[in-house]
């Protein structure tokens, strides 16, 4: 795996992200989800994303040569 692979998949992990929270941002406005819920769910996609990111960082350092 290539570097510019990396940031391939980081830009289709960004973008596949800012879709969701705009998706769940609609659903918010609608109020099909709870605020409760909102909160809840933007805590952990938040998590998630982080995760993600300290993921695709480490694995940039180690695929480097």
């Known amino acids: 795996m290539k570097t510019s692979s990396v940031g391939t998949i980081v ?3 960004a973008a596949l992200a800012i879709l ?6 609609v659903l918010f406005v609608l109020d099909i989800v709870p605020r409760e819920s909102f909160r809840e769910m933007s805590i952990k996609l938040l998590s998630v ?5 300290v993921s695709l960082v480490a694995l940039s350092f180690v695929l480097r040569k």
């Open 11 to 13: 830009r289709i992990v």
């Open 49 to 53: 994303g982080g995760i993600a990111v």
């Open 20 to 25: 969701f929270l705009a998706l769940l941002s």
